[in-house]
C-alpha cells in the first residue's frame, strides 16, 4: 500500500519511496547519533559532576559511546540493492534510538533533583536543543519523532509533579513538549510535502504525455539499471517491442485524434497484461511501445506475448460512432545475462527491433522471438 502521504498517482514502487526515505533519515541522522557522549562530556566536566559523581559520569559516558558506535554502524549498514536489508534497518532504528533518548531524558529528570544549578542549567540547555533538532532529523518518521520527544521529556515531566513537586516546572515543560509535538508534526509535513512535490516532477520528467506510460527516457535509463542487476546473479532478461499494425492507415481514414484515442487503448491493454509491478512498459515512440521483462526467459516471454496479442486483436476500441479493432506485431529478445556489457542494452534492444521486422515482414499480427545462443554466441530468430 503507498504512503498515504504521497498522492497516489505519483508513487510507481513502494519500495523505491521506502529506500529513499530511509537514505533521507540516514542523512539526517548522521551526525545526530554522534554527539550526545561530546555534550554529556560537556555538561559534565563543565558542571563538576564527573569529579562530584564519578561512577555516573563515567558509566552515562560509555553508555553513550556505545551506543553512538552502534547506531553509526547500523546507519552505515543501509544497502539500497536489498529490499529486506531496508525493512530490517527500519525496523531497528526505535531499538537503537531508545537507549540514547531515553537515557538523556533520565538524567535531565535526575539533574532537576540535584543541588548543583550548573548541572541543571547545562542539562536544561541542551535538552532544549537537542529535542527540535531530534525531530527534524527524524521528519520522515513522524513516530519516531513523537516517542523521542516523549522519552526526552516525560521523565522530567513525571519527576517534577511526583518528587519536587514543581507544579510550574511540570507545567512549563508540558508546554513545551506540546509545542515540539507540534514541531515535529509541521516538519513531518514539510518533509513529506516537498518529497511529494520532487515524485511529481520525476513522473512527468519520465512519463508519456499522451498515454500516461514511461517514456523512451526512463525505458533506456531503466533497461541499463537492469541489465547490471541481471547480471550480478546471472538472471533472465526479456526487452521486446510491440508495433500497432497499419497505425498509419488508422490516421489517415480517421483522423489523428483517433488515433490518439488507440494509443491510449493500447496503453491500457498492455498495461492489464502486466500485472508484475517489477514488468516495464513504455511508449517508445510513434504507435511503438517497449516492455522489459526481469526474470523472464523465452518461454516466458512466448506466453506474455501471445496473451498481449491476442488481447488487443480480440479488444476493439469502441467510440460513439465506430468499433474499430486493432492487431499488433511483437519482436522479443530474451537472455540469461552473464557479465554486463557496456553495449548490452542496446543490443538487446536493437535483436528484438529485428524480430519485430520479421514479424511484420512475415504478416503481421504475430510475435517473433529472439534468444541468445550460448553456444555460438548470437541471436537466433525463433518464429511464433
Same mark, same amino acid.
Given at each position: 500500500?503507498?504512503?498515504? !502521504?504521497?498522492?497516489?498517482?505519483?508513487?510507481?514502487?513502494?519500495?523505491?519511496?521506502?529506500?529513499?526515505?530511509?537514505?533521507?533519515?540516514?542523512?539526517?541522522? +548522521?551526525?545526530?547519533?554522534?554527539?550526545?557522549?561530546?555534550?554529556?562530556?560537556?555538561?559534565?566536566?563543565?558542571?563538576?559532576?564527573?569529579?562530584?559523581?564519578?561512577?555516573?559520569?563515567?558509566?552515562?559516558?560509555?553508555?553513550?559511546v556505545i551506543v553512538a558506535a552502534i547506531r553509526w554502524l547500523h546507519l552505515r549498514s543501509?544497502?539500497?540493492?536489498?529490499?529486506?536489508?531496508?525493512?530490517?534497518?527500519?525496523?531497528?532504528?526505535?531499538?537503537?534510538?531508545?537507549?540514547?533518548?531515553?537515557?538523556?531524558?533520565?538524567?535531565?529528570?535526575?539533574?532537576?533533583?540535584?543541588?548543583?544549578?550548573?548541572?541543571?542549567?547545562?542539562?536544561?540547555?541542551?535538552?532544549?536543543?537537542?529535542?527540535?533538532?531530534?525531530?527534524?532529523?527524524?521528519?520522515?518518521?513522524?513516530?519516531?519523532?513523537?516517542?523521542?520527544?516523549?522519552?526526552?521529556?516525560?521523565?522530567?515531566?513525571?519527576?517534577?509533579?511526583?518528587?519536587?513537586?514543581?507544579?510550574?516546572?511540570?507545567?512549563?515543560?508540558?508546554?513545551?513538549?506540546?509545542?515540539?509535538?507540534?514541531?515535529?508534526?509541521?516538519?513531518?509535513?514539510?518533509?513529506?510535502?516537498?518529497?511529494?512535490?520532487?515524485?511529481?516532477? +520525476?513522473?512527468?520528467?519520465?512519463?508519456? +504525455?499522451?498515454?500516461?506510460?514511461?517514456?523512451?527516457?526512463?525505458?533506456?535509463?531503466?533497461?541499463?539499471?537492469?541489465?547490471?542487476?541481471?547480471?550480478?546473479?546471472?538472471?533472465?532478461?526479456?526487452?521486446?517491442?510491440?508495433?500497432?499494425?497499419?497505425?498509419? !492507415?488508422?490516421?489517415?481514414?480517421h483522423g489523428h485524434d483517433v488515433g490518439d484515442q488507440c494509443l491510449k487503448h493500447l496503453?491500457?491493454?498492455?498495461?492489464?497484461?502486466?500485472?508484475?509491478?517489477?514488468?516495464?512498459?513504455?511508449?517508445?515512440?510513434?504507435?511503438?511501445?517497449?516492455?522489459?521483462?526481469?526474470?523472464?526467459?523465452?518461454?516466458?516471454?512466448?506466453?506474455?506475448?501471445?496473451?498481449?496479442?491476442?488481447?488487443?486483436?480480440s479488444t476493439p476500441l469502441k467510440l460513439a460512432d465506430i468499433n474499430l479493432s486493432m492487431?499488433?506485431?511483437?519482436?522479443?529478445?530474451?537472455?540469461?545475462?552473464?557479465?554486463?556489457?557496456?553495449?548490452?542494452?542496446?543490443?538487446?534492444?536493437?535483436?528484438?527491433?529485428?524480430?519485430?521486422?520479421?514479424?511484420?515482414?512475415?504478416?503481421?499480427?504475430?510475435?517473433?522471438?529472439?534468444?541468445?545462443?550460448?553456444?555460438? !554466441?548470437?541471436?537466433?530468430?525463433?518464429?511464433?
Amino acid at each position: 500500500m503507498n504512503d498515504p !502521504k504521497l498522492s497516489e498517482d505519483v508513487v510507481g514502487s513502494h519500495l523505491e519511496v521506502d529506500v529513499r526515505v530511509a537514505f533521507d533519515t540516514q542523512k539526517r541522522m +548522521a551526525l545526530g547519533v554522534l554527539i550526545y557522549p561530546f555534550i554529556w562530556l560537556i555538561n559534565g566536566i563543565g558542571s563538576g559532576i564527573f569529579l562530584e559523581q564519578p561512577l555516573l559520569f563515567w558509566g552515562a559516558l560509555c553508555l553513550f559511546v556505545i551506543v553512538a558506535a552502534i547506531r553509526w554502524l547500523h546507519l552505515r549498514s543501509l544497502s539500497r540493492d536489498d529490499g529486506f536489508n531496508i525493512k530490517r534497518w527500519k525496523s531497528w532504528l526505535i531499538w537503537l534510538l531508545m537507549p540514547h533518548s531515553l537515557l538523556w531524558g533520565g538524567l535531565f529528570a535526575y539533574s532537576l533533583q540535584q543541588p548543583n544549578s550548573m548541572f541543571l542549567m547545562l542539562m536544561t540547555f541542551s535538552t532544549a536543543g537537542l529535542v527540535p533538532g531530534g525531530t527534524d532529523n527524524f521528519a520522515p518518521n513522524l513516530k519516531l519523532g513523537v516517542f523521542f520527544v516523549l522519552s526526552m521529556i516525560l521523565p522530567a515531566i513525571l519527576v517534577t509533579l511526583s518528587v519536587t513537586h514543581q507544579w510550574a516546572m511540570t507545567l512549563l515543560l508540558l508546554v513545551y513538549m506540546f509545542f515540539i509535538l507540534d514541531l515535529a508534526k509541521r516538519q513531518s509535513q514539510a518533509y513529506w510535502g516537498s518529497l511529494n512535490n520532487e515524485l511529481v516532477l +520525476a513522473k512527468l520528467s519520465r512519463t508519456d +504525455a499522451l498515454t500516461q506510460l514511461d517514456n523512451r527516457r526512463f525505458f533506456d535509463e531503466k533497461l541499463n539499471e537492469l541489465c547490471h542487476l541481471t547480471s550480478r546473479n546471472h538472471e533472465k532478461i526479456t526487452v521486446a517491442i510491440v508495433d500497432c499494425d497499419f497505425f498509419k !492507415k488508422i490516421n489517415d481514414s480517421h483522423g489523428h485524434d483517433v488515433g490518439d484515442q488507440c494509443l491510449k487503448h493500447l496503453a491500457t491493454l498492455l498495461t492489464k497484461c502486466l500485472p508484475r509491478t517489477t514488468d516495464i512498459c513504455a511508449r517508445f515512440g510513434g504507435e511503438e511501445f517497449s516492455l522489459i521483462l526481469p526474470g523472464t526467459d523465452v518461454e516466458g516471454a512466448r506466453l506474455v506475448m501471445e496473451r498481449i496479442r491476442q488481447r488487443i486483436e480480440s479488444t476493439p476500441l469502441k467510440l460513439a460512432d465506430i468499433n474499430l479493432s486493432m492487431t499488433v506485431s511483437i519482436g522479443s529478445v530474451s537472455r540469461v545475462v552473464k557479465n554486463y556489457e557496456t553495449n548490452l542494452p542496446t543490443q538487446l534492444f536493437k535483436e528484438a527491433d529485428k524480430a519485430l521486422y520479421r514479424a511484420k515482414e512475415t504478416g503481421r499480427n504475430r510475435c517473433v522471438f529472439c534468444v541468445y545462443d550460448e553456444v555460438s !554466441k548470437d541471436y537466433l530468430i525463433l518464429d511464433s
